[in-house]
């Protein structure tokens, strides 16, 4: 009587497979992105593997991410082998807000020791991480820290000193961009609310617009002569109707 043993030769069991790689999907509505993360083990977390992808993808700590295999959500506490992944599996995620009471105590159980500063000079997107922080770390001592280690390659010193960093809950919105998120140097990072691994937005001094002189000028002078030929017309007027009424 013959036995088949293939299935017990060739095949491992799940739990005895190495996991060093693993696929992740965002599905974006516009662009749909896939990150591949190496260096792993069957004994790295969910939690672990979400922080990877949000430092890779420059994921705000105020969304929450959310992983999914085969249709079922993964939780935290699992590990890659709990989560039953295979070595390069597929992993889908999908990102969602955090409401601001679930911030509040993320800020509180996770103090801002770490940061990141992300540019806004150029078309670059250099992202630069600031460790080691503390609560009483001020705004103006980040600003010397990214000066030191230069984020941004090609804008001379002086111009990074006299950069604003800028910061909203909601991320790159318009606010932010119309300048009503600037950070006040004099502050800490705990008192500007932020949470470990925020990100921050370092954009050029705001400088009034250039007066064009010239400009300026002609536009006194036309003033100037459509009052002149206002005055001119009036006396006109007044002329031609003080000899009309001679004449009657």
């Known amino acids: 009587?013959?036995?088949?043993?293939?299935?017990?030769?060739?095949?491992r069991p799940l739990q005895q497979q190495q996991i060093s790689t693993v696929r992740v999907q965002l599905r974006q509505r516009f662009k749909p992105t896939e990150e591949v993360l190496t260096g792993l083990s069957a004994q790295t977390s969910v939690r672990e593997l979400k922080h990877m992808v949000a430092l890779r993808l420059h994921i705000s700590p105020r969304q929450r991410l959310?992983?999914?295999?085969?249709?079922?959500?993964?939780?935290?506490?699992w590990t890659l082998r709990q989560a039953k992944l295979s070595d390069g599996g597929v992993v889908d995620l999908s990102v969602t807000l955090r409401t601001p009471d679930?911030?509040?105590?993320?800020?509180?159980?996770?103090?801002?020791?770490?940061?990141?500063?992300?540019?806004?000079?150029?078309r670059g997107s250099n992202v630069l991480t600031l460790a080691g922080l503390r609560a009483d770390t001020t705004i103006g001592s980040l600003k010397a820290m990214i000066c030191e280690q230069r984020l941004v390659d090609d804008v001379p010193k002086e111009a990074l000193e006299r950069a604003r960093l800028m910061f909203h809950p909601r991320f790159l919105t318009w606010e932010l961009l119309l300048s009503r998120a600037t950070l006040d140097d004099r502050l800490t990072v705990?008192?500007?609310?932020?949470?470990?691994d925020d990100i921050l937005f370092l954009a050029p001094e705001e400088t009034p617009p250039p007066v064009d002189d010239k400009a300026a000028d002609k536009?006194?002078?036309?003033?100037?002569?459509?009052?002149?030929?206002?005055k001119s017309a009036?006396?006109?007027?007044?002329?031609?109707?003080?000899?009309?009424?001679?004449?009657a």
């Open 66 to 77: 959310i992983m999914r295999h085969w249709g079922a959500e993964l939780d935290d506490g």
């Open 234 to 247: 009036g006396k006109g007027g007044a002329q031609g109707g003080a000899k009309r009424s001679a004449k």
């Open 102 to 122: 679930e911030c509040q105590q993320l800020a509180l159980a996770a103090p801002p020791t770490s940061l990141r500063v992300r540019s806004m000079f150029g």
């Open 190 to 196: 705990l008192e500007c609310g932020l949470m470990r």
């Open 1 to 11: 009587m013959l036995r088949s043993w293939g299935a017990v030769a060739f095949h």
């Open 219 to 230: 536009k006194g002078k036309g003033g100037g002569t459509r009052k002149g030929v206002a």
